[in-house]
């Protein structure tokens, strides 16, 4: 039996296209507010599109111009996957700019809800074997783990991987 994470794609809107051949059931789109999100012509599923921007706080999303990820948003998602990954045979793509901050936040949350309590760090190094360059954003995971009433356990494995890139880019 496939895992949930062999049922998911993580990528950037250019990467989509690569796809169109992998049997994608259910798409999940995350662009800027006032950005068309485009949906491939071959692409028959069904499709949630979310528009926030890629930022870390209600004030940077003013000063960004943008719009932040609102609980609503997670919300959405995390439902949407579950739905998705109700469904035998189904495949998720997950997609924003460029599939490093917002898809893969929104992906750790939706596993970690699958997985379960206790399951974030499992859930985390998922979608980093998914996607080796995420950078989660992390108001979509404070979000993510208030919603899903985490009370912080999925900001460890986060703080953890900041704490990693960091020392990797200073020592670099």
């Not at 932040?68 to 739905?83: E, G, K, L, T, Y």
């Not at 460890?156 to 990797?168: F, G």
Request: proline share 4%; glycine share 6%.
């Amino acid at each position: 039996m496939d895992t949930i994470a062999e049922r998911l794609v993580i990528c950037g809107v250019d990467e989509v296209s690569k796809y169109r051949y992998h049997h994608i059931t259910h798409m999940l789109s995350v662009t800027n507010p006032k950005t068309k999100t485009i949906r491939p012509k071959w692409f028959t599923g069904e499709h949630l599109e979310l528009y926030f921007g890629d930022v870390i706080s209600a004030s940077d999303a003013a000063q960004c111009k943008t719009i932040a990820p609102s609980i609503d948003d997670v919300a959405r998602a995390v439902n949407f996957m579950s739905s998705a990954w109700s469904v035998s045979g189904s495949k998720v793509l997950i997609q924003c700019d460029y599939g490093a901050s917002r898809s893969p936040a929104l992906a750790y949350v939706a596993f970690t809800n699958e997985m379960g309590v206790g399951s974030e760090e499992k859930a985390f190094q998922a979608v980093l074997d998914i996607q080796p360059s995420a950078v989660p954003n992390m108001l979509v995971v404070q979000l993510g783990d208030s919603f899903l009433n985490r009370s912080g356990a999925l900001l460890k494995p986060l703080y953890e991987h900041y704490k990693q890139i960091t020392k990797e880019f200073t020592l670099g």
